[in-house]
C-alpha cells in the first residue's frame, strides 16, 4: 500500500513550525505521506498572523516568533 496524499489546513501547517498539540503527529503526516497539498491561501494565512497571534496570547514568545519564521518561510519558497 501507498503512503497518503495528505491536504494540510493551515493549523496543521502551523503545527510543523510551531511546537503544540498535535505537532509531533502533524510531522508524522507530513514526513509519511507520498504527496502533501494545502490551498494557496494557506501561504498568506500561515506566515506570520500566526506566529503573531501565539506571541501575543502568550503561547510562544516573541523571540520563539523570530525563530520560527525561517522555518515558516522554507514551507512556501
Same mark, same amino acid.
Given at each position: 500500500?501507498?503512503?497518503?496524499? +495528505?491536504?494540510?489546513?493551515?493549523?496543521?501547517?502551523?503545527?510543523?513550525?510551531?511546537?503544540?498539540?498535535? *505537532?509531533?503527529?502533524?510531522?508524522?503526516?507530513?514526513? #509519511? #505521506?507520498? /504527496?502533501?497539498?494545502?490551498?494557496?491561501?494557506?501561504?498568506?494565512?500561515?506566515?506570520? $498572523?500566526?506566529?503573531?497571534?501565539?506571541?501575543?496570547?502568550? #503561547?510562544? *514568545?516573541?523571540?520563539?516568533? /523570530?525563530? +520560527?519564521? $525561517?522555518?515558516?518561510?522554507?514551507?512556501?519558497?
Amino acid at each position: 500500500m501507498s503512503a497518503p496524499i +495528505c491536504y494540510f489546513d493551515t493549523s496543521a501547517l502551523v503545527k510543523l513550525y510551531v511546537f503544540e498539540t498535535g *505537532s509531533s503527529e502533524i510531522a508524522a503526516l507530513f514526513g #509519511s #505521506s507520498e /504527496r502533501s497539498a494545502s490551498h494557496e491561501i494557506a501561504y498568506v494565512v500561515s506566515k506570520l $498572523p500566526q506566529l503573531r497571534a501565539a506571541s501575543r496570547k502568550g #503561547s510562544l *514568545s516573541v523571540e520563539a516568533a /523570530r525563530d +520560527c519564521r $525561517p522555518t515558516a518561510m522554507q514551507l512556501y519558497p
